[in-house]
Nanobody, 116 residues
């Protein structure tokens, strides 16, 4: 069974930084796309960042400039670097990838809590 495993979540103060990691099975590389999505309490899941093999990264509204997605093909890891975090960034962050098998895979999420 293919599993993506997110890590790096936790408690961070407003204005701080955090880097999330998503371990992806090597069999899924090369990736067509990789995403980070999040779900905040009471809200629908939303796109945070998306990296594709044929274009620049795409970011959710108000996140560009604060968040950066990257893919390390050598380590089979997708990262999300979060800076200048705000309380509204609190939520469960999910990693998702489109693998070389043209299937879409999700992780179980990692919780990020930003204290004010």
């Amino acid at each position: 069974q293919v599993r993506l495993v997110e890590s790096g979540g936790g408690l961070v103060q407003t204005g701080g930084s955090l880097t999330l990691s998503c371990a992806v099975p090597g069999s899924l590389f090369p990736l067509t796309a990789a995403e980070w999505n999040r779900q905040s309490p009471g809200n629908q899941r939303e796109l945070v960042a998306k990296s594709t093999s044929d274009g620049p990264p795409v970011y959710g509204d108000s996140l560009k400039g604060r968040f950066t997605i990257s893919v390390d093909n050598a380590k089979n890891v997708v990262y999300l670097k979060m800076t200048s975090v705000k309380p509204e960034d609190t939520g469960v962050y999910y990693c998702a990838v489109y693998g070389s098998d043209r299937r879409y895979y999700w992780g179980r999420g990692t919780l990020v809590t930003v204290s004010s």
